[in-house]
């Protein structure tokens, strides 16, 4: 699977958890360590623990191991490495103080819009 494709399934699971303000960068010109970094926020401790437990049973559904996963003791930001793909989950304060979208903002956003009306869809016709 392409990184864009893994980009897309990591922002639907964590939308099926309510992820906010996602946002997904191509990073593979300006980087050598990943193609594309996605970027969300949970407005708990515990909100962000949930998207990130998400993200993972769907990774290993597909068979994708991460590298590494980093910061699930504060759950303030959490890291997972997927090698191609690194997903950043924060809490609303620490997002807005490290900015990264703003640090990459030479990045080329990944279409995401599509899955983010999909998820938006699923979630009127549950009601």
Do not use: C, N
Not at 5 to 21: C, G, N, Q
Not at 50 to 77: C, F, H, N, Q
Request: proline fraction near 2%.
């Amino acid at each position: 699977m392409d990184f864009i494709d893994k980009t897309r399934i990591i922002v639907a699971a964590a939308l099926e958890r309510k992820a906010e303000a996602p946002v997904a960068l191509e990073v593979g010109e300006l980087t050598s360590y990943a193609d594309a970094f996605v970027i969300l926020t949970g407005r708990s401790d515990r909100q962000v623990r949930a998207i990130v437990d998400a993200i993972l049973g769907k990774l290993k559904e597909l068979g994708e191991t991460p590298l590494g996963v980093e910061g699930m003791e504060e759950s303030r930001w959490v890291l997972i490495d997927l090698g191609d793909v690194i997903v950043h989950v924060f809490d609303d304060e620490t997002r807005e103080a490290y900015a990264l979208e703003r640090l990459w903002s030479d990045a080329k956003p990944i279409e995401i819009d599509t899955v983010v009306e999909a998820e938006q869809a699923r979630e009127l016709a549950s009601h």
